[in-house]
């Protein structure tokens, strides 16, 4: 059965300083995994997406990492901004079919002033 | 392009009543997508279009659940007779079918059952 989990499943932190989000998937075959990112309220907006042979993307203060060989992603948040308070859903795409899209629970994130 | 859109943003409604939910997606967007979130299960995938036609609607719980997609800008989904269970945030997300099938969310119809 395909999997995600996320860890941990929430996280406090100081504004400025830097943290990690864990994904570890069984998702086969691999396609590519997902990042969102979703504010309270709202709905979940990609971070970003990465592909079996990409190891490291980044977008702002945002990189992810991807080992495809242990199946595990990281996020790594730099310098926190409140702004980055939400949570952090880890979604991983099953090749072959349209959809095919295993969600993880998410890591809601609170950075404090 | 304006996004997902999805209407209502609340709905509050009493156990046995009918709920329609409602969606357009990102135009030129080839599948559309119904979710269902909540805190215990996070984001379950209920339903998906491929250009209006219904593909998979395993995750449909029960016969309540029926979605319509008339059109290729408009879909619905509806809940009837509703139950405090159903309480939930729906979400309708909408994808090109090229490269990686990025998702695009709208912001969620948070449906309260009383």
């Known amino acids: 059965k395909n999997q995600v989990e996320q860890s941990p499943q929430s996280l406090i932190i100081l504004e400025g300083k830097n943290c990690t989000l864990q994904?570890?998937?069984?998702?086969?075959?691999?396609?590519?995994l997902r990042w969102y990112k979703q504010d309270t309220g709202r709905g979940p907006v990609s971070l970003t997406i990465?592909?079996?042979?990409?190891n490291t993307k980044s977008n702002g203060r945002y990189t992810a990492t991807l080992d495809a060989d242990t199946k595990q992603s990281s996020l790594h948040i730099t310098a926190s901004q409140l702004s980055d308070s939400a949570s952090y859903i880890c979604?991983?795409?099953?090749?072959?079919?349209?959809?095919?899209?295993?969600f993880g629970k998410g890591t809601h994130l609170i950075i404090q002033p | 392009d304006a996004g997902v859109i999805q209407s209502p943003r609340h709905e509050v409604t009493e156990m046995g009543q009918e709920v329609t939910l409602r969606c357009k997606p990102i135009?030129?967007?080839?599948?559309l997508f119904w979710y269902r979130q909540t805190m215990m299960r996070g984001l379950e995938l209920l339903i998906y279009?491929?250009?209006?036609?219904?593909?998979?609607d395993s995750g449909m719980p029960e016969d309540r659940f029926s979605a319509k997609m008339p059109n290729a800008s408009f879909s619905t989904l509806k809940i009837q007779p509703s139950e405090p269970r159903d309480s939930a945030v729906y979400f309708c997300?909408?994808?090109?079918?090229?490269?990686?099938?990025?998702?695009?969310f709208g912001e969620g119809s948070r449906l309260t059952v009383l």
């Open positions: 279009f491929n250009n209006n036609v219904p593909i998979d």
């Open positions: 979604v991983v795409r099953a090749g072959g079919g349209a959809d095919g899209l295993t």
């Open positions: 997300a909408s994808s090109p079918i090229q490269g990686p099938r990025e998702l695009f």
């Open positions: 135009s030129g967007h080839d599948y």
């Open positions: 990465m592909t079996f042979s990409e």
């Open positions: 994904c570890n998937y069984t998702v086969s075959p691999f396609s590519n």
